[in-house]
């Protein structure tokens, strides 16, 4: 029997990637629920394609503009989101929404016991401590399709067990591809137009995480993401810059020998790996070759060049509920720049401010953590307003 798959964020860059490689297998996957946000034109030309018993759009605002097709339902609103996320027909479900606004999706498909494949990297990030609880309480599993935590997994997939052995693991080592503005002057990047940040040298991605790899915000985030999934304290993870983007992230063990995992940068890789875990199927996509890869280069980051890096570390060790702060301050900020409010530095300041801000307390209920994105937002809206 087909396993039977949940797409969350259907419509956006993860979700089509998901869907390519859905099509792909039919004989091994089926698409039981597609949601997405606003984009009704586009979820019913997906729903007619491909049938599924539910479809959502997550913004209780919208309508769809015509009847869904016959068989597939049509839900409305943030509830629809959740209950798609736990929906019985589903046993994977991927996480592809965008922002903090996953987190709850992310919860209700690990409280129902899924496999959840999750490109939400927000969701671990606002509310790691909650994602884990949810996870060993649901007893479901949880399982990475970012780029460089399916490399550090299918390093580790070697092992007994995918969560290091603390004994065993000495570092993590997560690559970055640098961004656009890798060389370009700190004082340069004053005139930065979205067009120019959209511009990423190695990876096409929806226009969030695109902006969040120029700051190298989406590293820092990647960061807390790997200390969540991993269990490995923020001294033993480290990021190297590589350009190229072909060597997705190295685990060193205690021995000194060195695990990486290698691949011309294609998200489908990973959300194939993630439906696939810990089993690989053949799939049909161009096949790697070292010498077109070739030459590939690793320079140190240099965290005084990107401060929303730099502050997205400082609240990776503050902890609690700095985490979520710093993640919501960042969706205004990018969001601000985004709709050219807000010059490219002014994101990293948005950021400080808001962190400046922020009431220190535990991550240990979604009140707390949802509190915390809130005020969060509040001050880096008013940052962002006074600009
Ligand atoms: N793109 C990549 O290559 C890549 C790589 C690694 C990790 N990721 C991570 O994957 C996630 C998705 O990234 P993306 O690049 O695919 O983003 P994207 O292209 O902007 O797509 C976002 C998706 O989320 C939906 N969405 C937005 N706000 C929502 C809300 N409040 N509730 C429910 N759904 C909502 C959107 O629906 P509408 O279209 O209807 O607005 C869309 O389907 C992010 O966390 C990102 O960091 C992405």
């Known amino acids: 029997m087909a396993v039977g798959i949940a797409l969350l964020g259907s419509t956006g860059s993860i979700g089509k990637s998901a869907l390519a490689v859905v099509e792909r297998h039919p004989e091994r996957f089926r698409l039981v629920v597609l949601a997405a946000h606003r984009n009704g034109g586009e979820l019913l030309v997906q729903s007619a394609r491909h049938r599924p018993a539910l479809a959502v759009l997550a913004d209780p605002e919208m309508r769809l503009q015509a009847a869904p097709p016959p068989g597939v339902e049509l839900r409305i609103g943030r509830e629809a989101l959740l209950d798609a996320a736990r929906h019985p027909g589903a046993d994977v479900v991927i996480n592809a929404v965008v922002g903090a606004a996953g987190l709850e999706a992310s919860l209700a498909a690990l409280g129902a016991g899924k496999r959840l494949a999750l490109a939400n990297k927000e969701s671990l990030v606002a509310g790691g401590p909650l994602v884990l609880q949810a996870l060993r309480r649901g007893k479901g599993e949880l399982v990475p399709i970012d780029s460089e935590h399916s490399a550090i997994l299918q390093c580790l997939a070697s092992r007994r067990r995918a969560v290091p052995d603390a004994g065993e693991v000495r570092r993590l080592i997560l690559t970055a591809s640098g961004g656009p503005f890798r060389e370009r002057d700190r004082g340069a990047l004053l005139d930065v137009t979205p067009a120019e940040a959209l511009r990423h040298p190695t990876w096409d991605m929806g226009a969030k995480v695109t902006v969040d790899s120029a700051t190298l915000a989406n590293k820092a985030l990647e960061v807390i993401e790997?200390?969540?999934?991993?269990?490995?304290?923020y001294d033993r993870l480290e990021v190297v810059i590589h350009p190229q983007s072909v060597v997705h992230s190295l685990v060193e063990f205690v021995d000194g020998s060195v695990l990486a995992q290698l691949g011309f940068p294609t998200m489908e890789l990973p959300i194939l790996y993630a439906l696939s875990y810990p089993d690989r199927i053949p799939d049909g996509r161009a096949r790697f070759d070292p010498v077109a890869a070739s030459p590939l280069t690793f320079e140190p980051l240099d965290?005084?060049?990107?401060?929303a890096?730099?502050?997205?570390?400082?609240?990776?060790?503050?902890g609690g509920t700095a985490p979520a702060a710093f993640n919501a301050a960042n969706e205004v900020a990018v969001a601000g720049f985004?709709?050219?409010?807000?010059?490219?530095?002014?994101?990293?300041e948005v950021i400080e401010g808001a962190l400046a801000a922020h009431r220190p307390a535990p991550a240990d209920s979604l009140e707390a953590v949802l509190e915390a994105d809130r005020c969060?937002?509040?001050?880096?809206?008013?940052?962002v307003e006074r600009t």
């Open 226 to 233: 790997a200390h969540f999934l991993f269990g490995v304290p």
């Open 376 to 383: 969060a937002r509040a001050v880096a809206r008013q940052m």
């Open 309 to 318: 890096f730099r502050l997205g570390l400082q609240a990776a060790r503050a």
């Open 338 to 348: 985004l709709a050219e409010n807000l010059p490219f530095p002014r994101i990293a």
């Open 303 to 307: 965290a005084q060049r990107f401060p």
